[in-house]
């Protein structure tokens, strides 16, 4: 092996790349580099070659901190570099040199070479994003749609005190984590989050990975993150690149080649339970004797959220309001049970968002009727995110419950 002189050298059409959507690939992303290699006129070189061919010989592998060339281009004076992730990445060519005696080798046999250096950064890549559920499973995207926005929950309260539980009597909201690949050290990450807050970024404003927390309700805001690097190459000079994340248009690593590519998502949505709507009710009596006079119904509600969309994962409880005569005995109100709604539609009764059992208002005055008792009015409230009878949730309106004796008597809800 000769040694390089230092008016050998490679020169980069840029030295720090940045990442993009491969055009020859579904799945793969790709910092192009034009590369060319210097050398003394009088060294009389009679070929190149690149010494790290993409793709690879079968059977072989390109070294982690490789730049490897284009097998088309790799026997000439300048060749098309390539790396798929971020990172710092050396170029290396052979220049063939003839023997003393003035023989040259053939192409593909070995030879006399001069082997020649030089490095680059790349930066960039996507953004990944993975959800950490709260008290309850809830969807990851929108619709459960991996191509909708990633579904962040607000309960009515700030996380800007974050960690810490939330209030009492609420219902913890999940988060979401979001990084960006690892990039080459002193890499500056800076983000965009409208609406979202991240108690990591109070810690690091240029972290490479984030929480990410509803501060209220939106819908598709993006998280952007911008990508700045001044590398000191080994020449000694300094080279600065800089680029934007390009998750919306990095296919999802499901998408097959021959598929239509399903792309990546950097959107977010925050939701805050809106209103409960009556979806189902039904007479259904409790156990009674043929003298006795009772009523009874069930009812199923589904949740949506403020812009109307179905909302799973959500605790509910009812909180009744004790009239001033109190109830008639037995009647058994403000109790520990409450209801989640449902993550997984059963049928046209029990729909995503709906209450995970029916809410059933029934009583037996047994084979007479107190008179303080003829007839039974309750009003109540729904409370979403709260388990609680007491504190905490969000407020989904007052219900007034009729209730009249017969065999069998009535129960009507309004509204």
């Not at 993409?54 to 060339?69: C, E, F, H, R, S």
């Amino acid at each position: 092996m000769v040694i390089a002189s230092p008016t050998r050298y490679i020169t980069f059409d840029q030295r720090v790349g940045s990442l993009l959507p491969d055009a020859l690939s579904a799945t793969k992303q790709v910092a192009n580099f034009q590369v060319t290699v210097h050398f003394e006129p009088e060294l009389q070189v009679k070929g190149f070659l690149w010494t790290h061919a993409w793709p690879p010989p079968q059977g072989t592998q390109i070294p982690a901190d490789a730049l490897a060339v284009l097998g088309a281009t790799k026997r000439g004076q300048r060749g098309h570099g390539v790396q798929f992730r971020p990172g710092v990445f050396n170029a290396s060519c052979g220049l063939r040199i003839q023997h003393p005696d003035g023989t040259i080798d053939p192409p593909d046999e070995p030879s006399i070479f001069v082997s020649v250096y030089g490095d680059c950064a790349v930066i960039g890549g996507p953004l990944t994003f993975q959800v950490l559920q709260g008290d309850e499973p809830t969807w990851v995207q929108d619709l459960a749609n991996d191509q909708k926005a990633w579904f962040l929950e607000y309960f009515d309260y700030s996380h800007l005190d974050y960690p810490v539980d939330p209030p009492e009597g609420f219902q913890k909201t999940q988060r979401a984590i979001c990084s960006v690949p690892s990039q080459p050290d002193n890499t500056i990450v800076t983000w965009t989050l409208p609406n979202i807050y991240s108690y990591f970024l109070t810690l690091d404003p240029h972290a490479q990975a984030i929480d990410l927390h509803a501060q209220g309700p939106f819908q598709n805001d993006q998280v952007k993150a911008h990508y700045e690097l001044s590398y000191v190459a080994s020449n000694g000079l300094t080279y600065f690149g800089d680029c934007d994340d390009d998750t919306a248009t990095t296919p999802l690593p499901s998408s097959g080649p021959s598929s239509t590519p399903k792309y990546m998502v950097s959107r977010v949505s925050g939701h805050k339970p809106g209103s409960l709507t009556k979806i189902f009710e039904q007479d259904w009596y409790p156990q009674h004797a043929p003298q006795d006079y009772y009523a009874g119904k069930r009812f199923n509600y589904q949740l949506k959220d403020t812009f109307g969309e179905v909302f799973p994962g959500v605790w509910v409880q009812e909180r009744f309001t004790i009239p001033p005569g109190g109830l008639p005995p037995g009647f058994t109100v403000n109790t520990t049970q409450y209801w989640v709604t449902r993550l997984l539609g059963l049928s046209a009764s029990k729909p995503v968002g709906s209450f995970n059992e029916f809410d059933w208002i029934r009583y037996n005055w047994g084979p007479t009727i107190n008179p303080n008792w003829q007839t039974i009015q309750l009003t109540h409230n729904y409370w979403a995110s709260a388990k609680d009878t007491l504190i905490g949730g969000i407020n989904m309106g007052a219900y007034t419950f009729i209730i009249t004796p017969g065999k069998p008597g009535t129960v009507v809800q309004n509204p």
